[in-house]
């Protein structure tokens, strides 16, 4: 019996290891000596030589690996070099690619259940996956560029191919699933993602909210379509920044009218991946930093280029970095998304380039006439019916079955929902793109600033970008590039159009030579940090959109200082602790020293000003006096913003950003200053006094005496980078970093979001260039090469770049493996 009942124990672990168990693993295969998780040891590191077969490839690719782990790609033609870059992407990244197309195409639930139905169901509902689908079919199989997708693909379908069983990447054994093939449209859906990431900032979602509480004029002064500080991209003249503050309209009646644009918005992006009004954290915003230097501004007399995108982190990173050699054809080194066959961010021989995010408002909404309430199938424009288009939507579970069904619709505008029984349309510049991948394509074989303009002038929709280039002609330029509707009537993006008529359609897109721009400008530097692109007062046609003054203020504040820049000076600057913002609010706090103020503890206040004062206004990792700073800043906001926030309710439908808050700081008897929970009538002194002893109070309780290393800053601010599982174990979580909310490397909210990728490039006669990201090339956990540039990063420093033009201008001290590619037969 003994024996029988043993028998009968291990046929129950044999069926259930060779079992899946809700989300987790069949164990049987999972834990299996020779190919189980075990045999990932195995291939964590490179090997010091290798070769590998191509179907396809035109003749021997050589790839060697310098000590970063960086591939140094050699080719004959460039349809190979991009045969070779798809392997060594798929090679170190595999699971990152398969996992970005299931969330670009809406089809996360086929490796996490139902759970992930809602962010399915967003990708589609707003036509991600058609919008690639038109744009592959568009571009067609002939052209040169596509011909290059089509090579890509060919590179990672070959390392799958010939992936030996122990290289199969954790993520994949965790969640019971394999490589599908790559194909060419894969790369179009992760551009739309980028899209989705970059370009849905609509800013009259923030208005609509506010005047719901507040009403439309109120709203529109907390959201303003400019900046009340002007520090534009495009110079301006100016030498130091310009404060448009007016006073501000008062709250008023609530508008009821804005409840349907507020309701779009949500429908058509219910993640709220962009909403604001988290009563303790500032909003996120799509934060990115770049500079370029003249000649005349330089130590050594040749241009400068500093590439700092602000992005979500996580690991593996979303960049990749490489290098790509076709003698007398194409070099160039820089950073890839992995499943774009192309470099973003990056230099050639001859020029350097980076971007950051525009911000201008690129979506509208239309409410829509249809024949069907219930079940549409036209819908009316100029008294005239025009077919819906219908596309049926299915939703698979992780064991192929089907989780959910949608119908969705499309006008001419685009996708069509549902929104409080009413149907509701949305035009997007996102959908409407499709060639930007040639774009990058195209500037890898950039001469010069202004060739690289012009090429992603002719051929970049979206998202919107401000691209900076500087070459080794001593050039600088900026552009803001990408496609910025011209609308009807006022011009503007905000609120609900009247779909049944043309009229309310764009009527086309502004000229490039009207885009902000700069060339080579007379006080020898450009800056870009996501402030507005253009002054105003001398703008072309309509700019709202979502803008941040504060990290442009100081990064401009360092380049007017600074006659004789260095690239050591252009790295320091990118984590540069100093505050822009808080050299503004600082002294308006300290202004209130011999105030007193009814209901506010006036110890507390004597010790917040003698504190605050003390303080150089740096967010450095052991500085003790940041911390108070930033929570007399959320109190400040909680008490002037409070009619934003429904009765007896903390939470605010919307937070304005602190460029108005500054503003509003210019009128101490504004409206906005009463607090509604006290008899008295507040003004900005009381407020400022209350928030200041307030936060005092907090801060002494929360953390001790204030030379306690509870007042740290590194104590309280972290940069958190997520496994992208977001499995803690193969994580970076609470990483100490220097810089704070608004500073060139902010640091703010839950920390997920920071610098992706730091790069300074000098172009003289020979290319120097530094650079890191939070990360490592590998996406094997296992790996020594993924998460080895984590410490660089979070001490701010970058490392030389080797950039050979033969594959033995490495020396053997500076290559890990070499990897040569043979042609296969297919």
Not at 276 to 302: F, I
Not at 474 to 502: E, L
Not at 529 to 539: E, G
């Amino acid at each position: 019996m003994r024996v029988a009942g043993a028998f009968v124990v291990l046929i129950g672990l044999l069926v259930a290891g060779a079992r899946r168990i809700g989300p987790a693993p069949a164990l049987g295969p999972f834990l299996e000596p020779a190919h189980g998780v075990w045999s990932l040891a195995r291939s964590a590191e490179l090997p010091r030589k290798s070769s590998a077969a191509v179907v396809n490839l035109g003749a021997a690719v050589r790839v060697v690996y310098d000590e970063r782990a960086v591939p140094h790609i050699f080719a004959t033609t460039e349809e190979d070099a991009y045969r070779g870059l798809g392997y060594v992407v798929a090679r170190d990244r595999l699971f990152q690619l398969y996992v970005q197309t299931l969330a670009a195409t809406g089809r996360l639930t086929e490796i996490a259940g139902a759970r992930a139905l809602p962010l399915d169901r967003e990708m589609r509902g707003l036509g991600l996956p058609r919008a690639a689908e038109r744009a592959i079919a568009a571009a067609g199989d002939t052209t040169a560029f596509m011909r290059l997708v089509n090579a890509y693909a060919d590179g990672v379908n070959a390392y799958v191919r010939q992936m030996p069983a122990a290289e199969l990447p954790l993520e994949f054994r965790l969640t019971g699933t394999r490589p599908p093939v790559w194909s060419a449209i894969d790369s179009y859906h992760l551009f739309n993602r980028m899209g989705y990431t970059l370009a849905y900032l609509a800013v009259e979602n923030d208005r609509s909210a506010a005047a719901s509480r507040v009403g439309a004029r109120a709203a529109d002064a907390l959201f303003p379509d400019d900046s009340p500080i002007q520090e534009p991209i495009q110079p301006n003249g100016q030498s130091a920044p310009r404060m448009d503050f007016h006073a501000l309209a008062p709250p008023g009646a609530p508008d009821t009218s804005a409840s349907l644009m507020l309701a779009a918005s949500r429908v058509f992006v219910p993640s709220g991946q962009h909403a604001r009004g988290n009563p303790d954290d500032p909003p996120r915003t799509m934060a990115s930093n770049n500079w370029a230097v003249s000649p005349s501004r330089s130590a050594s007399g040749h241009a400068l280029l500093a590439g700092d995108p602000h992005l979500d982190l996580s690991l593996p990173s979303i960049w990749y970095e490489a290098h790509v050699v076709v003698p007398g054809r194409l070099d160039v080194y820089g950073v890839t998304i992995p499943g774009a066959p192309a470099m973003v961010i990056g230099f050639n021989r001859d020029v350097a380039w980076t971007f950051t995010n525009t911000g201008a408002d690129v979506v509208d909404y239309y409410s829509e006439q249809v024949d069907d309430e219930a079940h549409p199938t036209r819908y009316q424009v100029d008294g005239a019916w025009r077919p819906l288009e219908q596309r049926i939507e299915r939703y698979r579970g992780m064991h192929r079955e089907v989780v959910a069904t949608d119908t969705m619709y499309f006008t001419h505008r685009g996708p069509m929902r549902r929104v409080r029984n009413r149907w509701i349309s949305m035009r997007w510049t996102v959908l409407e793109a499709g060639r930007e991948l040639s774009a990058f394509y195209g500037i890898a074989h950039a001469t010069s600033a202004a060739q690289l303009e012009s090429i992603m002038g002719a051929s970049y929709k979206a998202p919107a970008q401000n691209m900076l280039a500087a070459d080794r002609g001593g050039h600088i330029a900026m552009q803001s590039t990408g496609r910025f509707p011209i609308r009807a009537g006022d011009g503007k993006g905000s609120g609900v159009r009247d779909g049944r008529f043309s009229a309310s359609d764009w009527l086309g897109a502004l000229p490039v030579a009207q885009y902000p721009h700069a060339a080579d400008p007379g006080q020898g530097y450009l800056a870009s940090a996501n402030q507005q692109p253009i002054d105003p007062r001398v703008a072309a046609g309509w700019w709202g959109g979502n803008y941040d003054p504060w990290r442009a203020m100081r990064i401009n504040a360092l380049l007017r200082a600074d006659s004789a820049v260095t690239p050591a000076a252009m790295q320091r600057f990118q984590t540069d602790p100093g505050s822009a913002r808080a050299d503004l609010f600082v002294p308006a706090f300290l202004g209130v020293a011999r105030r007193t103020v009814p209901g506010v503890n006036a110890n507390a206040l004597a010790n917040g000003i003698r504190l605050l004062a003390q303080w150089d206004r740096k967010y450095t990792k052991d500085n003790r006096r940041a911390v108070l700073f930033e929570e007399a800043m959320r109190e400040l906001v909680r008490r002037t913003w409070d009619e934003l926030a429904a009765e007896g309710d903390t939470r605010r439908v919307a937070t304005p950003s602190t460029a108005v808050l500054a503003e509003l700081l210019a009128d101490s008897a504004s409206q906005w200053w009463d607090d509604r929970s006290t008899p008295q009538v507040e003004r900005r002194d009381d407020i400022l006094a209350a928030s200041l002893a307030a936060a005092y109070t907090t801060v002494h309780l929360r953390s001790g005496e204030p030379d306690a290393d509870g007042w740290r800053w590194d104590r309280i601010r972290f940069a958190n980078i997520n496994h992208l599982l977001r499995l803690p174990a193969l994580s970076a979580l609470k990483l100490p970093v220097q810089g704070g909310p608004e500073t060139l490397s902010p640091s703010s909210g839950t920390g997920t979001h920071g610098s992706s990728w730091r790069m300074v490039v000098e172009l003289g006669s020979e290319i120097r260039a530094w650079a890191t990201y939070p990360g490592g090339q590998s996406g094997n956990p296992i790996s020594t090469r993924y998460d080895d540039r984590i410490p660089l990063w979070t001490r701010g420093e970058l490392q030389p770049l080797h950039v050979p033009r033969t594959p033995d201008g490495l020396t053997s001290a500076q290559r890990s493996s070499e990897l040569d590619l043979i042609p296969r037969r297919p």
